[in-house]
């Protein structure tokens, strides 16, 4: 018989339960499913592009519309069995008529899915429960509990992240055989435990369009990225992204911070040195640029290096090699540069503090993080994100308000700083901290809020201009329109 298993995203117990069907259905395909999905996917096996006999649905909550039911009518025609397994009772407000076309199947008494499916399939889930566990009691995990808990996890980040479907798959079986970890997987843990807490939460127009935009570059990993955006909104998670969706994805992902590293130590970082290059140079080294090779490089705040820095730099990027400090011999590379920086490289340009050339060079795809108050309706799902990774539970309606009520300044940064707060004091009154909070940092919002403006109103206008270039991506016939402006009036402000 040929059996597909659809189970749910986000939480461990879907994935042990359906290791547990699987061990009962030991040729079944699985795969990951939202409810969202759901539907569309059901009609797709309705059309025939599938041959399954039956379709076991664990835990996925099903949809109020109507489209489902003439889909599983069409299913039942085809002499497809489909079974809904749950520890929740079907939504009241679904049609009767649905249990027709659908075999219903919940316990309401079950300690959670896992054990439902267990009891329902008579097959073995002690050690799988042992790994769904390690959300509640991570302290006293084994290590090899610890590592299958993390498979799933991993899997999830990286079909939300990435849109690889298959690897959650590959980890319930994982699970269900009690296998070994492959390599992919365990690198796939090692990746998820670096970056794991780094993703483009939102589904806001102005969110979907950076999602587009990373989908589109990422695999094209010959052009040059340049992420502008305001501190704490994301720049190195979209830079992360582009490398993982790149043919680069295998070789190494190296981050820079130009900002971090006194001028006197960046060259010999950046490119290495020799022995005898300068004091206390006793042995030579490679630099982060030869780390990098065959992979991306990410230099945050580029507007922090020195002219001469800019020269070096730039070289490396129109030939392909540089020096080590104290050498002469060149050292080849194939490193995909992607910079960001939240300064004004146009006005340092202008001021002769970063080189034109090399901005340039640097700004063949610009991509723009909004801050986060353009797109105050992710909040949610932000907030969310980091409270499930915490409590594994969503925040209440109250809270979510509470927290739509302030722009945040200091961007996402700022929102998971002020949760992480609200959870180790286990305060549950976001309102009330957000007042105690809004009041700490009011020297500082002053500060920032209030930038110095031109007294002149032709250089006033051209500030203004310059903002809005910034936040449509150096796109000149869009600031144009916003400004009421022709380009050629547009170019005059912004001295092109």
Same mark, same amino acid.
């Given at each position: 018989?040929?059996?597909?298993?659809?189970?749910?995203?986000?939480?461990?117990?879907? $994935?042990?339960?359906?290791?547990?069907?699987?061990?009962?259905?030991?040729?079944?395909?699985?795969?990951?499913?939202?409810?969202?999905?759901?539907?569309?996917?059901?009609?797709?096996?309705?059309?025939?592009?599938?041959?399954?006999?039956?379709?076991?649905?664990?835990?996925?909550?099903?949809?109020?519309?109507?489209?489902?039911?003439?889909?599983?009518? &069409?299913?039942?025609?085809?002499?497809?069995?489909?079974?809904?397994?749950?520890?929740?009772?079907?939504?009241?407000?679904?049609?009767?008529?649905?249990?027709?076309?659908?075999?219903?199947?919940?316990?309401?008494?079950?300690?959670?899915? *896992?054990?439902?499916?267990?009891?329902?399939?008579?097959?073995?889930?002690?050690?799988?429960?042992?790994?769904?566990?390690?959300?509640?009691?991570?302290?006293?995990?084994?290590?090899?509990?610890?590592?299958?808990?993390?498979?799933?996890?991993?899997?999830?980040?990286?079909?939300?992240?990435?849109?690889?479907?298959?690897?959650?798959?590959?980890?319930? !079986?994982?699970?269900?055989?009690?296998?070994?970890?492959?390599?992919?997987?365990?690198?796939?843990?090692?990746?998820?435990?670096?970056?794991?807490?780094?993703?483009?939460?939102?589904?806001?127009?102005?969110?979907?369009?950076?999602?587009?935009?990373?989908?589109?570059?990422?695999?094209?990993?010959?052009?040059?990225?340049?992420?502008?955006?305001?501190?704490?909104? /994301?720049?190195?998670?979209?830079?992360?992204?582009?490398?993982?969706?790149?043919? !680069?994805?295998?070789?190494?992902?190296?981050?820079?911070?130009?900002?971090?590293?006194?001028?006197?130590?960046?060259?010999?970082?950046?490119?290495?040195?020799?022995?005898?290059?300068?004091? /206390?140079?006793?042995?030579?080294?490679?630099?982060?640029?030869?780390?990098?090779?065959?992979?991306?490089?990410?230099?945050?705040?580029?507007?922090?290096?020195?002219?001469?820095?800019?020269?070096?730099?730039?070289?490396?990027?129109?030939?392909?090699?540089?020096?080590?400090? #104290?050498?002469?011999?060149?050292?080849?590379?194939?490193?995909?540069?992607? *910079?960001?920086?939240?300064?004004?490289?146009?006005?340092?340009?202008?001021?002769?503090?970063?080189?034109?050339?090399?901005?340039?060079?640097?700004?063949?795809?610009?991509?723009?993080?909004?801050?986060?108050?353009?797109?105050? +309706?992710?909040?949610?799902?932000?907030?969310?994100?980091?409270?499930?990774?915490?409590?594994?539970?969503?925040?209440?309606?109250?809270?979510?308000?509470?927290?739509?009520?302030?722009?945040?300044?200091?961007?996402?940064?700022?929102?998971?700083?002020?949760?992480?707060?609200?959870?180790?004091?286990?305060?549950?009154?976001? +309102?009330?901290?957000?007042?105690?909070?809004?009041?700490?940092?009011?020297?500082?919002?002053?500060?920032?809020?209030?930038?110095?403006?031109?007294?002149?109103?032709?250089?006033?206008? &051209?500030?203004?201009?310059?903002?809005?270039?910034?936040?449509?991506?150096?796109?000149?016939?869009?600031? $144009?329109?916003?400004? #009421?402006?022709?380009?050629?009036?547009?170019?005059?402000?912004?001295?092109?």
């Amino acid at each position: 018989m040929n059996t597909l298993i659809l189970t749910g995203w986000g939480w461990i117990d879907y $994935a042990t339960a359906a290791a547990v069907a699987l061990r009962y259905f030991r040729t079944a395909d699985i795969l990951g499913m939202s409810r969202r999905r759901l539907p569309e996917y059901l009609a797709e096996l309705a059309d025939g592009e599938f041959d399954y006999k039956q379709i076991i649905i664990i835990g996925i909550g099903l949809n109020k519309d109507q489209e489902l039911m003439p889909i599983l009518k &069409r299913l039942k025609t085809q002499q497809v069995n489909v079974i809904w397994l749950s520890v929740l009772p079907l939504s009241p407000q679904l049609p009767s008529a649905i249990k027709k076309y659908l075999d219903i199947q919940f316990d309401l008494d079950s300690d959670g899915l *896992t054990e439902f499916i267990s009891e329902y399939y008579s097959q073995p889930a002690a050690d799988l429960l042992k790994v769904r566990n390690v959300e509640y009691q991570s302290s006293t995990a084994t290590k090899d509990n610890l590592a299958r808990y993390l498979l799933t996890k991993s899997a999830q980040y990286r079909y939300r992240n990435y849109q690889d479907n298959a690897a959650y798959g590959a980890a319930i !079986r994982t699970l269900a055989e009690k296998s070994s970890l492959t390599q992919a997987q365990e690198a796939m843990i090692k990746h998820y435990r670096k970056y794991g807490q780094r993703e483009l939460k939102g589904s806001s127009p102005v969110m979907t369009r950076l999602h587009a935009i990373i989908n589109k570059v990422g695999p094209k990993d010959s052009a040059r990225v340049f992420i502008h955006g305001a501190s704490g909104t /994301g720049k190195e998670t979209v830079a992360i992204q582009l490398h993982e969706k790149s043919p !680069r994805r295998q070789k190494p992902f190296i981050t820079f911070n130009c900002a971090t590293t006194s001028t006197s130590l960046v060259e010999s970082q950046l490119f290495g040195y020799v022995k005898g290059a300068f004091t /206390g140079a006793t042995n030579g080294r490679s630099g982060i640029f030869e780390e990098a090779d065959g992979g991306t490089l990410f230099l945050d705040e580029i507007g922090e290096l020195s002219l001469e820095i800019q020269a070096n730099i730039l070289r490396v990027l129109q030939e392909g090699c540089f020096n080590r400090v #104290g050498s002469h011999q060149e050292v080849q590379v194939d490193v995909r540069i992607i *910079t960001a920086t939240n300064r004004d490289l146009v006005a340092m340009v202008k001021t002769g503090t970063f080189r034109e050339d090399l901005f340039y060079r640097l700004n063949v795809i610009p991509i723009y993080v909004p801050p986060l108050s353009e797109h105050l +309706a992710d909040i949610k799902d932000i907030a969310n994100s980091f409270w499930y990774r915490w409590h594994s539970k969503a925040l209440s309606s109250q809270q979510i308000e509470a927290l739509e009520n302030y722009n945040w300044p200091g961007n996402v940064r700022e929102l998971g700083n002020f949760l992480e707060y609200a959870s180790v004091l286990e305060d549950n009154d976001f +309102a009330t901290l957000l007042v105690e909070h809004r009041q700490r940092l009011e020297p500082l919002r002053r500060d920032i809020d209030e930038p110095e403006l031109p007294d002149n109103l032709d250089d006033l206008t &051209r500030y203004h201009a310059q903002k809005l270039f910034d936040k449509y991506e150096h796109n000149i016939s869009r600031t $144009a329109k916003t400004l #009421g402006i022709t380009r050629n009036t547009l170019k005059k402000y912004l001295r092109m």
